[in-house]
């Protein structure tokens, strides 16, 4: 089966994406899509990382060049990854960031068919349904329960570098194991 993850990143004002075949370490078991290839991703603008693989070049989100595409701009316009794009908006530290030409960013996004593969939801954490039962998400304590282990999940997909050189080690923005890519056969993989 193939795992499918989308990288947008922001480079000096203007938005790329990079698609890669292997999801972050953290979910490489889960995340899966179809063996017919039908979750494919989609990158939304022309990558400009040297050594990085070719992809499809639509027009960018805003129409108005003289504005930089901004990773907030483009992930409501990206409907393969609208999942985790929803995600990223309820968390203000993450939506300022893609707000921020300033601060680049390479986000690995997993599509909507690897979301919807997880075993569970982002926000749900099995030692927590252990000890706490299956009421482990309700009232104002599960739900900060929740709300934190959303951040951790989106984190572990948000790399604050831009350019991203293949190779090139870096933690996330949750942290843990250093990740780099790597060119592969027909594509990119994300390695831990």
Not at 76 to 101: E, K, M
Request: with cysteine; aromatic share 4%; charged share 20%.
């Amino acid at each position: 089966m193939k795992n499918n993850i989308i990288a947008l990143t922001l480079v000096g004002g203007c938005l790329a994406t990079i698609a890669l075949a292997q999801p972050l370490s953290h979910v490489r078991d889960a995340v899966t899509t179809n063996n017919d290839g039908a979750n494919q991703q989609s990158p939304i603008l022309q990558p400009s990382i040297p050594n990085s693989p070719q992809v499809q070049q639509p027009s960018p989100p805003n129409t108005n060049m003289s504005d930089p595409v901004i990773i907030s701009d483009a992930l409501p316009h990206t409907r393969t990854i609208s999942i985790f794009a929803g995600l990223t908006r309820d968390i203000v530290s993450i939506a300022s960031r893609f707000d921020n030409v300033e601060k680049n960013t390479t986000v690995l996004a997993p599509s909507n068919g690897a979301m919807m593969a997880l075993p569970r939801k982002p926000w749900e954490d099995p030692e927590e349904y252990k000890a706490l039962g299956q009421k482990a998400y309700e009232g104002d304590d599960g739900e900060a329960r929740a709300k934190e282990n959303t951040l951790r999940f989106v984190q572990a997909h948000v790399v604050p570098r831009s350019p991203w050189k293949e190779g090139e080690k870096v933690k996330t923005l949750q942290g843990g194991a250093e990740i780099w890519w790597e060119a592969k056969e027909g594509g990119v993989r994300v390695v831990s």
